[in-house]
């Protein structure tokens, strides 16, 4: 079955980095757009970031823009997001989605909480 396994959730202080990992199974992963979203407490999930499938385009939310990067390797199945500067609004559970680009099929990921303090 698809799995999506994230890891590198954490704590860390107000301007420093966490690079997230999203290692994706049980799917054709170069087929599929990969996003990562992000819900802090009492709040919706938010879109941060998306790498379409080949990985030559990504898109970001003005939230994140500039200090985030997300970046995909199609040979290890995963997807990545590089996280600089860290904010404590960036304070959340990070999640990853996979969204087929040929069919209605999407797969999310358990979550990898991030605690940024300040």
């Known amino acids: 079955q698809v799995q999506l396994v994230e890891s590198g959730g954490g704590l860390v202080q107000s301007g420093g980095s966490l690079r997230l990992s999203c290692a994706a199974s049980?799917?054709?992963?170069?087929?599929?757009?990969m996003n990562w979203y992000r819900q802090a407490p009492g709040k919706g999930r938010e879109l941060v970031a998306t790498?379409?499938?080949?990985?030559?385009?990504?898109n970001y939310a003005d939230s994140v823009k500039g200090r985030f990067t997300i970046s995909r390797d199609n040979y290890k199945n995963t997807v990545y997001l590089q996280m600089n500067s860290l904010k404590p609004e960036d304070t959340a559970v990070y999640y990853c989605?996979?969204?087929?680009?040929?069919?209605?099929?999407?797969?999310w990921g358990q979550g990898t909480q991030v605690t940024v303090s300040s």
């Open positions: 989605n996979a969204r087929s680009t040929y069919s209605p099929s999407t797969y």
């Open positions: 049980g799917l054709p992963f170069s087929s599929y757009v």
């Open positions: 790498i379409t499938n080949g990985g030559r385009t990504t």
